[in-house]
């Protein structure tokens, strides 16, 4: 068999992979049951209304166009900088953290902990001086062993960051808090500008509060979900890459529900002036 052939089949049986689970999958499945509930009943129109509404729904929502573009509008707001200064005070958000309960060895990262790695990073590029971790625990989302700002302190010695440069703040439950409770910290120590690291699609949400609170913010974005060549390649796509990217996907959804959360964020934090 001619070689060019055999790589043909490897690349169609990976395409393959990658595209048919998307029907087996609950969202793809129902997508599917949708659509042949529609062929059934196709000669009464005028019931399916709602059907094609949901169906409308899954296809804008949970392809890969929608959801990139929607998370650009956040992350790309704040891209890194091209300099930052040496012995700042750099603040990390929690939230990239997972505490060490059993069965888990020891604290672990989410898909949110670069935020921790690019703290850590700082540090020993010089920029970070002092470094305060803020995080609390939610009280209705169940107990943990530890705050958030205690995860990330044993996630970033272990990064060789020395403990005598932490500072710990661990009351707050969500992001206006943690702006709120780390000013106090700040302030005892008469620091008045800060590089605060967070991941890309929670900067600008985080650096208006910061900022409301009265400090020159230096944003340092972590955890970017779309890069220059993602972008590019998703608006150049290959037949394979438009098909597996056009079916309905949880994970388009869930990242959709991540930017929708932000500005909603945006939106209540500014209705109750905290930004």
């Known amino acids: 068999m001619p070689r060019s052939a055999g790589l043909w089949g490897e690349r169609m049986f990976v395409f393959l ?8 999958y609950p969202l793809g499945l129902a997508c599917i049951l ?11 129109p005028g019931k399916k209304t709602l059907i094609y509404l949901v169906l409308l729904l899954f296809f804008i929502g949970g392809n890969r166009w929608t959801a ?9 707001r704040y891209l890194p900088p091209e300099t930052l200064p040496q012995n700042a005070v750099v603040v990390v958000l929690g939230g ?3 505490s060490a309960q059993y069965p888990r060895q020891m604290t672990e990262v989410n898909s949110a902990g670069d935020r921790v790695l690019y703290a850590a990073r700082l540090y020993h590029q010089g920029v970070a001086a002092n470094i305060l971790l803020s995080g609390g625990n939610i009280s209705w989302l169940g107990a943990r062993t530890s705050s958030p700002a205690e995860d990330m302190q044993e996630i970033i010695t272990l990064a060789g960051v020395p403990e005598d440069i932490l500072w710990l703040q661990g009351k707050s439950q969500n992001t206006y808090e943690d702006a709120l409770y780390s000013a106090e910290i700040l302030r005892e120590q008469g620091v008045e500008e800060i590089v605060l690291v967070t991941s890309a699609s929670h900067m600008p949400r985080s650096v208006a509060l910061f ?29 394979s890459d438009f098909l597996v990217g056009i ?8 990242d959709i529900n991540s930017v929708m959360k932000e500005y909603i964020g945006m939106l209540i934090y500014s209705l109750r002036g905290w930004m």
């Open 68 to 76: 990139a573009t929607l998370q650009r509008t956040l992350e790309w």
């Open 96 to 98: 990239g953290t997972e």
């Open 34 to 44: 949708l659509i042949l509930y529609l062929w059934v009943n196709r000669r009464q």
């Open 17 to 24: 992979s990658k595209f048919l689970p998307l029907f087996v």
């Open 211 to 239: 900022e409301k609170q009265g400090f020159r913010v230096i944003a340092a974005p972590a955890d970017y979900s779309i890069t220059e060549e993602i972008w590019q390649t998703l608006w150049h796509p290959t037949l």
């Open 247 to 254: 079916v309905p996907n949880a994970g388009n959804l869930a």
